[in-house]
C-alpha cells in the first residue's frame, strides 16, 4: 500500500525530472540559436567580402575619396 507521503514524494520527483529536462531543451535550443546566428553572420561578412574582391577582379575598385566603384 502506498501512502499519500510516498505519492506526494514520487509526484515532487516527477516533476522535478519534468523541470529538467525542460530546462536541458531551452538550453539547447538556446546554444542552436545562438549557433545560428553566429553561422548567419559569419556567412553575411563572408558574402560581402567576396563581393568586394569579385568587383575588384572584374576591373572595378572602391573609391573611398567619391564613396562609390570605378573602372579602372
Known sequence: MVTKREERKQRAEE???????QKRKRQWKSR???AVGALVLIAAVF???RRRDGDESNGRVWSAAHGHWHDK
Do not use: G, N, S
Not at 516533476?15 to 529536462?21: D, G, L, M, P
Open 47 to 49: 558574402m560581402a567580402t
Open 15 to 21: 516533476h522535478r525530472v519534468a523541470q529538467q529536462q
Open 32 to 34: 542552436a540559436a545562438f
